[in-house]
C-alpha cells in the first residue's frame, strides 16, 4: 500500500508569489490534515480536512488556505509568500474508519520542502 | 503556555544501550492521547507508540515502551537497545479531547535529536 505522497518534495518561490502544494493520502484514508515545519517554531498544525470540508483550523493567516478532493487528495495553496513562509510542509492521512478515535495514528509524507527567496 | 515539553534538545547513546527521551505536557482534558514520532533525515514522520489518557498499562511496540506517569504529566520515550538506525529527531504529541477530540491536530514538542554512537 503506498504512503502519503506530498509533491513537489522541493519548491523555490520569490517573495509575493503565490504556491500549491499537493497530497494524496493513504488509500481509503479521510483525513488530511497540514503541519509547517520551521526549526524556530517547531511543527504547527495548519488545517484538517475531511469530507472535502475543512474540519479544523490553525492559528495561521488567511494567505494559507486548502481544499479537500472527492478522492480525498488534497492541496494547500499560500498567496503573496513573504520569507517566514519558508518551512518544511508536511502533509498526513488517517483512516477515521470508525469516527475520531483518540488513538487513531496520522501517517505523514516526506514533505515539500519550501524555499522563499 | 506550551503544551508538551522536551527538555533535551540533543542526546547521544551508545549503540545497544537503553536511552529516555523526555516529555512532560499541560492538558486540562481528561481524556487526550499521547503519541511520539520519529522523523529521520528524509523528513517524513514515523509513528512509534501511542498512550492514551485512561490506559492503565505503558504502552509498548517492539524496543519502545512509553513511561506514563500521569500524575506528573510525564510520558517519556524508551528505547531499548539502541541502534544506528535511531539516530533521528524525536517527537512528543498530545491529541486533547476524548470523543470529541481533535482529529488530525496534534500538538508537538520541540523535538530531541537522538544520536546513537557505534
Known amino acids: 500500500k503506498a504512503g502519503v505522497t506530498q509533491t513537489p518534495r522541493y519548491l523555490i518561490k520569490t517573495r509575493g508569489q503565490q504556491v500549491t502544494l499537493s497530497c494524496s493520502p493513504i488509500s481509503g484514508h479521510r483525513s488530511v490534515s497540514w503541519y509547517q515545519q520551521t526549526p524556530g517554531q517547531g511543527l504547527q498544525f495548519l488545517f484538517e480536512y475531511f469530507s472535502e470540508t475543512q474540519r479544523n483550523k490553525g492559528n495561521f493567516p488567511g494567505r494559507f488556505s486548502g481544499r479537500q478532493f472527492s478522492n480525498s487528495r488534497s492541496e494547500m495553496n499560500v498567496s503573496t509568500l513573504e520569507l517566514g513562509d519558508s518551512a518544511l510542509y508536511l502533509c498526513?492521512?488517517?483512516?477515521?474508519?470508525?469516527?475520531?478515535?483518540?488513538?487513531?495514528?496520522?501517517?505523514f509524507g516526506s514533505g515539500t520542502q519550501l524555499s522563499v527567496l | 503556555a506550551q503544551k508538551i515539553t522536551q527538555t533535551q534538545p540533543g542526546m547521544f547513546v551508545q549503540e545497544k544501550e537503553a536511552v529516555t527521551l523526555d516529555c512532560t505536557y499541560d492538558?486540562?482534558?481528561?481524556?487526550?492521547?499521547l503519541f511520539w514520532y520519529k522523523q529521520p533525515s528524509s523528513g517524513e514522520m514515523i509513528f512509534l507508540i501511542y498512550?492514551?489518557?485512561?490506559?492503565?498499562q505503558n504502552a509498548t511496540e517492539g524496543r519502545y515502551s512509553l513511561n506514563f506517569q500521569k500524575a506528573r504529566k510525564s510520558a517519556n520515550l524508551v528505547i531499548s537497545a539502541s541502534q544506528l538506525g535511531d539516530s533521528a529527531m524525536y517527537f512528543c504529541?498530545?491529541?486533547?479531547?476524548?470523543?470529541?477530540?481533535?482529529?488530525?491536530?496534534?500538538?508537538f514538542g520541540q523535538g530531541t535529536e537522538l544520536s546513537v554512537k557505534p
Open positions: 498526513a492521512s488517517s483512516l477515521e474508519l470508525q469516527g475520531r478515535l483518540a488513538n487513531e495514528k496520522l501517517f
Open positions: 504529541a498530545m491529541r486533547e479531547g476524548g470523543i470529541y477530540n481533535q482529529g488530525g491536530k496534534l500538538i
Open positions: 492538558t486540562s482534558d481528561q481524556s487526550y492521547g
Open positions: 498512550q492514551g489518557s485512561y490506559d492503565e
